[in-house]
């Protein structure tokens, strides 16, 4: 009985608690459509989404965080109150690179949350006329990943476009072996993207040694086909395997457990500081001795740190090329302008793809 008395006053105080919790939450969206009202009427075009804000209130969230719940889960929990809060003022459009359960649409839910629109389209350029047009807020688009590296289809679009970095998501990438045959015996082709079938070459090597290997435009695509062919396999997400109603034959069949796709949000806006920032750069010189140190130099010189950088054919010329440069810390930060001050000296052409804050787990 004291068993059963006790769970009934855990049950209780359960309950107390999710009336309190739902109070606070509704209470949390009545400030937003406050903010709303005070944005609305100052006349003047203003964005509803603060890529900086909501990046600093996670990281507050997880820093004062005591457990049991992890901060991942923490802050995946916020997220989609902010992004609920949020749509209250104004709904997102978000593009991706589609169709529906691509890896690049769960990174689009894991940063702006499930309150947005998503709108899926075939192809990375795509994404960026789309966000270009202004029929869609922003858009999200792979760029590289741990394992296969840089996406350069979306590097090189940053050749031709004004629109800017306005934040990142790094998302874990968990390939599941998808078909609507009951046994790997039966599978003599398999589909996916370039990059997973790359992701995981050493299981297909091991399993499928004899079975055709054809790369498709993403991963959902791929489970939409092997769902309409007999002897098909696709290599996909729990999420491709549910809508294109494909049973698992095999999970996590990635060669590197840590297997993480880096994504970049897409925008139109100047992104104000964050507690921690990255800035992207595009930049070139003259194909002479020394270039790429002299480019460099002035980040060393002002203690600016880089954390990245992929080399790209220019298109202007044969053998000329453009760099693409991480680098810790915001445009508006001191050193940071006083470095990239010096660095625009040295180039032939100079391109700032944003400042914006770095991905929150």
């Avoid at 998501?169 to 997973?196: G, M, P």
């Avoid at 791929?222 to 769902?227: I, R």
């Avoid at 034959?249 to 992104?271: A, Y």
Wanted: overall charge negative.
């Amino acid at each position: 009985m004291s068993k059963q008395k006790d769970l009934s006053d855990i049950r209780k105080q359960i309950d107390s608690l999710d009336e309190q919790i739902q109070k606070l939450i509704n209470e949390r969206a009545q400030c937003a459509q406050v903010v709303a009202e005070i944005k609305q009427a100052s006349g003047e075009k203003v964005n509803f989404y603060r890529p900086e804000r909501e990046a600093d209130i996670l990281r507050t969230v997880q820093e004062r965080n005591e457990g049991p719940l992890s901060n991942e889960e923490i802050a995946r929990l916020f997220r989609e109150i902010i992004s609920a809060c949020l749509a209250l003022e104004e709904v997102l459009k978000i593009a991706f690179l589609g169709p529906e359960g691509t890896f690049t649409q769960a990174a689009a839910l894991k940063h702006f949350g499930h309150s947005v629109e998503t709108v899926s389209l075939s192809a990375i350029d795509e994404v960026f006329r789309e966000v270009e047009s202004g029929a869609a807020h922003y858009g999200v688009v792979p760029v590289e990943n741990s394992t296969e590296g840089v996406i350069s289809h979306t590097l090189d679009m940053f050749l031709q476009t004004d629109l800017k970095i306005c934040g990142e998501v790094e998302l874990r990438i968990h390939h599941h072996f998808l078909s609507t045959e009951q046994e790997i015996s039966a599978i003599n082709k398999v589909y996916s993207h370039q990059q997973s079938l790359g992701q995981c070459r050493r299981w297909l090597d091991s399993h499928m040694p004899h079975a055709e290997r054809i790369a498709v435009s993403s991963n959902a695509e791929a489970a939409k086909l092997a769902a309409a062919e007999k002897g098909c396999a696709a290599i996909a997400s729990d999420t491709a395997a549910e809508i294109y109603k494909l049973d698992t034959l095999s999970v996590n069949i990635e060669d590197e457990p840590n297997n993480t796709t880096r994504f970049l949000i897409i925008g139109k806006q100047l992104v104000d500081p964050s507690q921690s920032d990255k800035t992207s750069l595009l930049i070139s010189a003259d194909n002479k001795t020394g270039a790429l140190q002299s480019l460099l130099a002035p980040l060393s010189e002002h203690e600016v740190s880089l954390t990245r950088i992929e080399s790209r054919p220019s298109r202007r010329g044969m053998w000329d090329y453009v760099f693409f440069i991480d680098i810790e810390g915001h445009v508006n930060d001191p050193s940071v302008a006083k470095a990239l001050a010096d660095l625009e000296k040295e180039t032939s052409l100079f391109k700032v793809l944003g400042s914006y804050p770095r991905a929150v787990l």
